[in-house]
C-alpha cells in the first residue's frame, strides 16, 4: 500500500507558475511509475504526465507540452509537476498516481492521492 499526498496547488494568474508536490509514504516509492491526472468539474479524469520509475523517461499530454515539467526525487519519496505559463484552462483538481508501468490511462494506476485544486484566473 502507498499513501500520496499532493500539495502546491492554489490560484494563479494567467501566465503563471505553480508546483505542485507529492508526497509518497512507502520507500518502494522508487519501484513505481508516477503520473499526474486532473479532472475539472463534470469532466472525466485526464491524463497530464507521467514518469518511468527510473525516471528515464517522461510523457505528456499535448495540452501541457512545453509548458509543464514532471520530476522525481526518489530519496525523498516524492514526485513534482512544475506549471509554467498557466491558462484558465488548466484549473482543475490534480491528482498524483502510482502504477506499475506508464500509461495514459487513470485506470491503470493503483494508488491514489486526494487531489488539490488549481484555479488559473485570466
Known amino acids: 500500500q502507498v499513501q500520496l499526498v499532493e500539495s502546491g496547488g492554489g490560484l494563479a494568474q494567467a501566465g503563471g507558475s505553480l508546483r505542485l508536490s507529492c508526497a509518497a509514504s512507502?520507500?518502494?516509492?522508487?519501484?513505481?511509475?508516477m503520473g499526474w491526472f486532473l479532472q475539472a468539474p463534470g469532466k472525466e479524469r485526464d491524463f497530464v504526465a507521467a514518469?518511468?520509475?527510473?525516471?528515464?523517461?517522461?510523457y505528456y499530454s499535448d495540452s501541457v507540452k512545453g509548458r509543464f515539467t514532471i520530476s522525481r526525487d526518489d530519496a525523498k519519496n516524492t514526485m513534482y509537476l512544475q506549471m509554467n505559463s498557466l491558462k484558465p484552462e488548466d484549473t482543475a483538481i490534480y491528482y498524483c498516481?502510482?502504477?506499475?508501468?506508464?500509461?495514459?490511462?487513470?485506470?491503470?494506476?493503483?494508488?491514489w492521492g486526494q487531489g488539490t485544486q488549481v484555479t488559473v484566473s485570466s
Open positions: 514518469m518511468s520509475r527510473n525516471g528515464d523517461f517522461t
Open positions: 498516481a502510482a502504477g506499475p508501468r506508464v500509461t495514459y490511462y487513470y485506470v491503470d494506476y493503483d494508488y
Open positions: 512507502r520507500r518502494t516509492f522508487s519501484t513505481y511509475t
